[in-house]
């Protein structure tokens, strides 16, 4: 049995590699991503939210993804 903890991490990992795709089309704010993430998976937004932020600092420390802090936007780095 998996614990939430469990849930988590293998989510933020199939985050890490899904989101970069995701990001080719437009960037997003976190908030939108989250939304369209949560509805993808079918889970409240409260348990995305975590393994969504994991997965954008990783993606952020390897140069794959930034943040526009002027526009308040996810991208591509």
Same mark, same amino acid.
């Not at 889970?43 to 995305?48: G, H, S, T, V």
């Given at each position: 049995?998996?614990?939430?903890? %469990?849930? *988590? =991490?293998?989510? #933020? @990992?199939?985050? /890490?590699?899904? &989101?970069? =795709?995701? &990001?080719?089309? !437009?960037?997003?704010?976190? @908030?939108?991503? #989250?939304?369209? @993430?949560?509805?993808?998976? *079918?889970?409240?937004?409260? *348990?995305?939210? $975590?393994?969504?932020?994991?997965? @954008?600092? $990783?993606? #952020?420390? &390897? !140069?794959? /993804?930034?943040? %526009?802090?002027?526009?308040?936007?996810?991208? &591509?780095?």
């Amino acid at each position: 049995m998996k614990t939430k903890h %469990d849930c *988590e =991490s293998l989510l #933020a @990992l199939s985050l /890490v590699k899904m &989101l970069p =795709s995701r &990001l080719q089309d !437009h960037s997003y704010s976190i @908030l939108e991503l #989250a939304q369209e @993430l949560a509805g993808e998976f *079918e889970c409240p937004l409260c *348990e995305i939210l $975590t393994p969504m932020g994991e997965a @954008l600092q $990783t993606l #952020a420390a &390897l !140069h794959r /993804v930034k943040f %526009d802090g002027s526009q308040k936007r996810v991208m &591509l780095a």
